[in-house]
Protein backbone atom coordinates (compact mmCIF):
# COMPACT_ATOMS: atom_id res chain seq x y z
CA UNK A 1 0.00 0.00 0.00
CA UNK A 2 1.41 3.22 -1.44
CA UNK A 3 0.89 6.58 1.57
CA UNK A 4 1.31 9.89 -0.07
CA UNK A 5 1.74 12.91 2.46
CA UNK A 6 0.81 16.47 1.15
CA UNK A 7 2.42 19.06 1.41
CA UNK A 8 5.74 17.39 1.33
CA UNK A 9 6.93 21.05 3.28
CA UNK A 10 5.32 23.47 4.52
CA UNK A 11 6.46 27.04 6.61
CA UNK A 12 4.34 27.72 9.55
CA UNK A 13 4.69 30.47 12.72
CA UNK A 14 4.51 29.85 16.54
CA UNK A 15 0.79 29.72 16.88
CA UNK A 16 -0.19 28.59 13.67
CA UNK A 17 -2.81 25.85 13.34
CA UNK A 18 -1.56 22.86 9.99
CA UNK A 19 -2.78 20.20 8.42
CA UNK A 20 -1.01 17.99 6.57
CA UNK A 21 -2.93 14.82 4.63
CA UNK A 22 -2.16 11.03 4.19
CA UNK A 23 -3.60 9.38 1.19
CA UNK A 24 -3.36 5.46 1.00
CA UNK A 25 -3.82 3.88 -2.30
CA UNK A 26 -6.10 1.30 -1.22
CA UNK A 27 -8.37 1.13 2.16
CA UNK A 28 -6.47 0.53 5.59
CA UNK A 29 -9.49 1.05 7.72
CA UNK A 30 -8.37 2.97 10.20
CA UNK A 31 -4.89 1.16 10.80
CA UNK A 32 -3.17 3.98 10.65
CA UNK A 33 -0.46 6.10 12.82
CA UNK A 34 1.55 9.50 13.01
CA UNK A 35 5.41 10.13 13.55
CA UNK A 36 7.43 13.11 14.26
CA UNK A 37 10.87 13.13 13.51
CA UNK A 38 13.21 15.98 14.58
CA UNK A 39 16.62 16.17 12.79
CA UNK A 40 19.12 13.45 13.66
CA UNK A 41 16.68 12.03 15.94
CA UNK A 42 14.44 8.77 16.05
CA UNK A 43 10.70 9.00 15.25
CA UNK A 44 8.40 9.97 18.19
CA UNK A 45 4.95 7.67 17.85
CA UNK A 46 2.11 10.84 18.23
CA UNK A 47 -1.07 9.43 17.17
CA UNK A 48 -1.94 5.46 16.33
CA UNK A 49 -4.94 4.07 15.20
CA UNK A 50 -6.04 7.18 13.54
CA UNK A 51 -6.77 9.52 16.33
CA UNK A 52 -5.49 8.03 19.53
CA UNK A 53 -2.53 9.41 21.00
CA UNK A 54 0.25 7.83 22.67
CA UNK A 55 1.17 8.37 26.13
CA UNK A 56 2.33 12.43 26.67
CA UNK A 57 1.83 13.65 23.24
CA UNK A 58 -0.27 16.98 23.46
CA UNK A 59 -3.92 17.46 23.31
CA UNK A 60 -3.23 20.06 20.34
CA UNK A 61 -1.95 17.23 17.65
CA UNK A 62 -5.07 15.63 16.42
CA UNK A 63 -5.62 12.93 14.18
CA UNK A 64 -8.48 11.88 11.73
CA UNK A 65 -10.46 10.13 8.58
CA UNK A 66 -11.00 6.99 7.64
CA UNK A 67 -10.22 4.41 4.55
CA UNK A 68 -7.54 6.12 2.22
CA UNK A 69 -7.59 9.91 3.73
CA UNK A 70 -6.33 11.35 6.74
CA UNK A 71 -5.43 14.29 8.44
CA UNK A 72 -2.98 15.47 11.04
CA UNK A 73 -3.96 18.82 12.65
CA UNK A 74 -1.48 20.94 14.87
CA UNK A 75 -3.23 23.31 16.82
CA UNK A 76 -1.15 26.26 17.77
CA UNK A 77 2.39 25.46 17.32
CA UNK A 78 5.03 25.20 18.90
CA UNK A 79 8.51 25.90 19.13
CA UNK A 80 9.10 22.01 19.45
CA UNK A 81 6.84 21.01 16.47
CA UNK A 82 9.04 21.84 13.57
CA UNK A 83 9.73 18.83 12.71
CA UNK A 84 9.33 16.22 10.02
CA UNK A 85 5.88 14.02 10.39
CA UNK A 86 5.39 10.68 8.54
CA UNK A 87 2.31 8.45 8.41
CA UNK A 88 2.17 4.95 8.79
CA UNK A 89 -0.50 2.06 7.83
CA UNK A 90 -0.52 -1.07 9.43
CA UNK A 91 -3.50 -2.74 7.39
CA UNK A 92 -1.60 -4.83 5.48
CA UNK A 93 2.28 -5.97 4.89
CA UNK A 94 4.30 -4.58 4.57
CA UNK A 95 3.52 -1.79 6.83
CA UNK A 96 4.62 1.62 4.46
CA UNK A 97 5.18 4.72 5.45
CA UNK A 98 4.38 8.37 3.86
CA UNK A 99 7.58 10.10 2.52
CA UNK A 100 7.18 12.98 5.31
CA UNK A 101 6.16 16.95 5.82
CA UNK A 102 8.63 18.61 6.79
CA UNK A 103 7.21 21.43 9.16
CA UNK A 104 9.44 24.62 9.05
CA UNK A 105 9.46 28.03 10.37
CA UNK A 106 7.91 30.81 7.98
CA UNK B 1 12.50 4.01 31.83
CA UNK B 2 12.17 2.66 28.58
CA UNK B 3 15.51 2.22 26.80
CA UNK B 4 16.51 0.20 23.20
CA UNK B 5 20.14 0.49 22.11
CA UNK B 6 21.45 -0.29 19.11
CA UNK B 7 24.90 -1.61 18.03
CA UNK B 8 26.58 -3.07 15.19
CA UNK B 9 26.36 -0.39 12.41
CA UNK B 10 29.63 0.14 10.28
CA UNK B 11 31.19 0.40 7.16
CA UNK B 12 31.05 -3.35 4.94
CA UNK B 13 31.37 -3.77 1.48
CA UNK B 14 29.25 -4.97 -1.18
CA UNK B 15 28.06 -8.21 -0.06
CA UNK B 16 29.33 -8.34 2.81
CA UNK B 17 28.10 -8.99 6.56
CA UNK B 18 26.40 -7.12 9.36
CA UNK B 19 24.49 -7.82 12.48
CA UNK B 20 23.00 -5.38 14.36
CA UNK B 21 21.72 -5.56 17.96
CA UNK B 22 19.33 -3.92 19.95
CA UNK B 23 19.42 -4.18 23.72
CA UNK B 24 16.21 -2.97 25.82
CA UNK B 25 15.66 -2.23 29.09
CA UNK B 26 12.41 -0.99 30.97
CA UNK B 27 9.65 -3.10 29.17
CA UNK B 28 8.80 -6.66 30.09
CA UNK B 29 10.42 -7.72 26.65
CA UNK B 30 9.39 -11.02 26.35
CA UNK B 31 5.61 -10.02 26.19
CA UNK B 32 6.29 -7.01 23.01
CA UNK B 33 6.51 -7.98 19.34
CA UNK B 34 9.92 -5.90 18.30
CA UNK B 35 10.44 -4.41 14.89
CA UNK B 36 13.50 -2.72 12.73
CA UNK B 37 12.87 0.47 10.78
CA UNK B 38 15.20 1.93 8.53
CA UNK B 39 16.01 5.07 7.06
CA UNK B 40 18.36 5.97 4.21
CA UNK B 41 20.03 8.87 4.53
CA UNK B 42 18.26 12.17 3.67
CA UNK B 43 15.17 9.60 3.46
CA UNK B 44 12.21 8.47 4.71
CA UNK B 45 11.21 5.64 7.04
CA UNK B 46 10.93 1.89 5.80
CA UNK B 47 9.67 -1.47 7.92
CA UNK B 48 12.21 -4.01 7.55
CA UNK B 49 11.36 -6.74 9.91
CA UNK B 50 9.67 -7.87 12.74
CA UNK B 51 9.55 -11.05 15.19
CA UNK B 52 7.16 -12.25 17.32
CA UNK B 53 7.15 -12.33 21.36
CA UNK B 54 8.62 -16.13 21.31
CA UNK B 55 10.32 -15.68 17.68
CA UNK B 56 7.95 -18.25 16.20
CA UNK B 57 6.83 -15.53 13.71
CA UNK B 58 8.84 -13.25 11.50
CA UNK B 59 8.04 -10.79 8.35
CA UNK B 60 9.98 -8.75 6.40
CA UNK B 61 10.06 -6.55 3.67
CA UNK B 62 10.36 -8.08 -0.21
CA UNK B 63 13.94 -6.10 -0.55
CA UNK B 64 15.34 -7.75 2.61
CA UNK B 65 13.73 -11.38 2.02
CA UNK B 66 16.02 -14.05 2.01
CA UNK B 67 19.06 -11.72 2.67
CA UNK B 68 18.27 -10.46 6.54
CA UNK B 69 17.16 -12.35 9.12
CA UNK B 70 15.60 -11.14 12.34
CA UNK B 71 16.12 -13.46 15.89
CA UNK B 72 15.65 -12.40 19.32
CA UNK B 73 17.42 -13.71 22.92
CA UNK B 74 14.44 -13.08 25.54
CA UNK B 75 16.85 -14.02 28.32
CA UNK B 76 18.90 -11.60 27.53
CA UNK B 77 16.03 -8.82 26.31
CA UNK B 78 17.98 -8.00 23.29
CA UNK B 79 16.95 -8.90 19.29
CA UNK B 80 18.97 -9.30 16.48
CA UNK B 81 18.92 -8.19 12.56
CA UNK B 82 21.81 -10.35 10.68
CA UNK B 83 22.05 -8.70 7.59
CA UNK B 84 23.61 -10.65 4.47
CA UNK B 85 24.67 -10.18 0.81
CA UNK B 86 24.66 -5.94 1.86
CA UNK B 87 23.77 -3.75 -0.84
CA UNK B 88 24.70 -0.04 -1.51
CA UNK B 89 20.59 0.10 -0.99
CA UNK B 90 20.65 -0.97 2.34
CA UNK B 91 22.68 1.84 3.26
CA UNK B 92 20.78 3.42 6.07
CA UNK B 93 20.30 4.43 9.79
CA UNK B 94 18.77 1.25 10.78
CA UNK B 95 16.39 1.96 14.33
CA UNK B 96 14.96 -0.86 16.37
CA UNK B 97 11.43 -0.02 18.07
CA UNK B 98 8.74 -1.49 20.16
CA UNK B 99 5.87 -3.77 18.96
CA UNK B 100 4.09 -5.19 16.03
CA UNK B 101 1.92 -2.62 14.12
CA UNK B 102 3.02 0.63 15.29
CA UNK B 103 6.25 1.68 17.01
CA UNK B 104 5.80 3.16 20.57
CA UNK B 105 9.43 2.75 21.48
CA UNK B 106 12.52 3.90 19.65
CA UNK B 107 16.25 3.79 19.53
CA UNK B 108 18.50 5.91 19.02
CA UNK B 109 19.40 4.55 16.02
CA UNK B 110 22.92 2.66 14.41
CA UNK B 111 24.17 3.71 10.53
CA UNK B 112 25.13 1.13 8.19
CA UNK B 113 27.43 2.04 5.45
CA UNK B 114 27.85 0.21 2.52
CA UNK B 115 30.44 0.96 0.32
Known amino acids: IQMTQSPSSLSASIGDSVTITCRASQTVSTWLAWYQQRPGKAPKLLIYRTSNLDSGVPSRFIGSGSGTEFTLTIGSLQPDDFATYYC?????????FGQGTKVEVK | EVQLVESGGGLVQPGGSLRLSCATSGIAFSTYWMTWVRQAPGKGLEWVAS????????YYVDSVNGRFAIARDNAKNSFYLQMNSLRVDDAAVYYC?????????WGQGTLVTVS
Open chain 2, 97 to 105: ATRRYYFDH
Open chain 2, 51 to 58: IKEDGSDK
Open chain 1, 88 to 96: QQFETLPWT
